[in-house]
């Protein structure tokens, strides 16, 4: 039903990219432009969620946009921090790392953004509109002109012939899973487990990092081999049955975002790549540094030259 949301989202931080690169043309003559991804990307993401939960948008550098997305990336450093008193709770009454008070500022933030969304659609109701809810990649690329061509945009409905795209994405979310830790869970009842007594309450973190690097399971575990999603491994999915494979957790508190996601990456990343060219600026490996925050990787900026394909028809 939001289909219609994330492929206009889409289409307007695609229209982003290809003015930057007219402008870019102009002032420097260059044929590629250089991007920021973790921006563009964390726009884009945080477009189609506020516009499918609020109905709004915010235009490109709309500064209360960029303030509320670093509220959001501050939080979710914050939801994955490393506090003591979560493991010892009598280590509470220290304050170690001073997180609580930069906890209690960054919600503050938040909660100011919401009131201030909340009198706009209360004033929107009020008169009278309607609150309404409207090198790597070379083989991706091969693989969507071969099943979508380039007449035509890709759509939703080709994703089911792009097996290698969904290879990359699975291979992605095994070696960088966005919450590595998933959420905090609690035992609701006592329990036994593997001999153990767990009591009523106790606190349950689960390494999916771990499961999804476990090299008894995954040969180069650290290597990102789309191959394995193409051989061997080509029946496992990410949908919480395979358990070698939860980037997404499992069971009732699996997150119930995951086939929501799964179509906004697909269809982003196969967009992105039909229609443009994608360079790394320089022949460094792209450093994706792990930190200790809800992600593995920290939001730093991703720099990559793009330079729009020919005779595409959009
Ligand atoms: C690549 C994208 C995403 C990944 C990898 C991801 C991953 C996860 C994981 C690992 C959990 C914890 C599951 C568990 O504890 O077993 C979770 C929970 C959750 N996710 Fe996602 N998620 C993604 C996107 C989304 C999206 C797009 C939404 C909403 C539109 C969403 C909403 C939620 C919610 C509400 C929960 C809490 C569920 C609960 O505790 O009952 N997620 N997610």
Redo the contacts with the bound molecule.
């Keep these: 039903m939001l289909g219609h949301v994330r492929e206009s989202e889409l289409k307007a931080s695609l229209k982003d990219i290809h003015d930057a690169w007219e402008n870019n043309k102009e002032s420097e003559g260059s044929n590629m432009v250089k991007v920021d991804m973790t921006q563009w990307l964390g726009t884009l993401v945080l477009n189609i969620?506020v516009r499918?939960i609020l109905g709004k948008r915010f235009p490109t550098n709309d500064e209360e946009g960029i303030h509320f997305q670093n509220v959001i990336r501050k939080t979710f450093e914050l939801l994955g921090a490393f506090v003591a008193s979560d493991y010892i709770p009598y280590m509470d009454r220290f304050n170690l790392g001073g997180y609580e008070k930069e906890m209690m500022l960054v919600w503050k933030e938040m909660d100011n953004i919401m009131d201030g969304l909340l009198q706009e659609h209360k004033r929107e109701i009020e008169s009278g509109q309607h609150f309404s809810i409207q090198s790597l990649l070379g083989s991706v690329q091969e693989e969507i002109d071969e099943h979508v061509g380039r007449d035509r945009p890709v759509a939703e409905s080709d994703m089911k012939n792009l097996f290698y795209l969904e290879a990359v994405i699975k291979e992605t979310?095994r070696l960088y899973?966005?919450?590595p830790l998933?959420?905090p869970?609690k035992s609701m009842e006592d329990c036994v487990m593997s001999g153990y007594n767990v009591p009523k309450g106790t606190r349950l973190l689960?390494n999916?990092w771990k499961l999804q690097h476990d090299q008894n399971i995954w040969p180069d575990p650290d290597e990102f081999k789309t191959e394995r999603f193409m051989t061997t491994d080509k029946h496992i999915n990410v949908k919480g049955k395979h358990y070698e494979l939860?980037?997404?957790?499992?069971?009732q508190?699996?997150?119930?975002?995951?086939f929501?996601?799964l179509q906004?990456?697909r269809l982003t990343l196969a967009t992105l790549i039909q229609q443009f060219e994608l360079v790394k600026p320089t022949d460094e490996q792209i450093d994706i540094t792990k930190s200790s925050g809800l992600t593995t990787s920290k939001a730093m900026p991703l720099e990559v030259l793009l330079s729009p394909r020919s005779s595409l028809n959009t």
């Design positions: 969620v499918v979310l899973p966005a919450g998933a959420v869970h689960i999916l939860l980037p997404f957790g499992s069971g508190r699996m997150c119930p975002g995951v929501f996601a906004a990456l």
